[in-house]
């Protein structure tokens, strides 16, 4: 596998159904990008199947053992060849794959919603605590908000991904969060995004307001759960 990343290649893989005149030259540069592409790729399919089995475990274990779980919902993703390809210039990485994976830790990511704080931490230790789990970043805008109010746990973790000629240790971004501020951050992901990032001052004002109450409500159902934990035991 060539381990250059041919940037106008993979562009023009990403638009297969396009009818685009390509010559012969063309036609075999885009399929052996195309190729080296999957095969990098594949490792980061293999690093998601890993944490979300990881993941997945966990959740039914709590079922049953706990007659709770503190995951309420997973997304997942790979970025598209043409994230990545916006990344790789935005950070001004070299256009190599082994440069790609040493610079860029998102590229496989999941999400997972938990209904209270506390869960967050909890569910981040019992991840991070496996022996073939690597924690290499933390960023914890729980305890540490962004100044307009976004919170959310960030890990980069790596997980070894085992291929018939060797074993990859492959970086995956997981985002914790509970159920408020997800649905806060999803609506801040919108409103960036209509506004092509000017968004107007007043809005802005009411986002950060609405992560207060958002805070809020996350406090007081932390504060439930307490008393009724206590009076269980």
């Known amino acids: 596998m060539t381990n250059q990343l041919d940037l106008q290649s993979i562009a023009l893989a990403g638009h297969s159904n396009a009818k685009l005149e390509l010559s012969a030259e063309d036609i075999i540069k885009v399929h052996a990008s195309r190729k080296a592409l999957e095969r990098f790729l594949m490792g980061y399919r293999g690093a998601l199947d890993e944490m979300l089995t990881k993941i997945k475990i966990l959740k039914d274990e709590f079922e049953v053992v706990h007659e709770y779980s503190p995951i309420e919902h997973v997304d997942s993703r790979i970025k598209s ?81 085992f291929m018939s000629d060797r074993v990859e240790d492959v970086p995956v971004e997981l ?36 992560a207060d109450v958002a805070n809020d409500l996350d406090q007081t159902m932390e504060n439930l759960r307490s008393q009724v934990d206590a009076l269980e035991a």
Not at 81 to 97: N, Y
Not at 99 to 107: G, K, L, P, Q, S
Not at 178 to 204: C, G, N, Q
Request: with cysteine; net charge positive.
């Open 81 to 161: 060849p043409q994230s990545i390809m916006a990344k790789v210039e935005l950070r001004g990485v070299e256009r190599d794959f082994a440069a790609i994976r040493a610079n860029i830790f998102d590229i496989a990511g999941i999400r997972i919603t938990c209904a209270f704080i506390s869960d967050i931490h909890l569910l981040a230790d019992m991840l991070t605590r496996q022996r073939d789990v690597v924690t290499l970043e933390v960023k914890d805008y729980v305890a540490h908000p962004k100044a307009n109010g976004y919170k959310s746990l960030h890990l980069i973790v790596s997980v070894p991904v």
């Open 175 to 210: 985002q914790i969060r509970t159920v408020a501020m997800d649905f806060w951050a999803s609506l801040e992901h919108k409103i960036y995004y209509k506004y092509d990032r000017d968004v107007p001052a007043h809005i802005l004002h009411e986002l950060k307001r609405a």
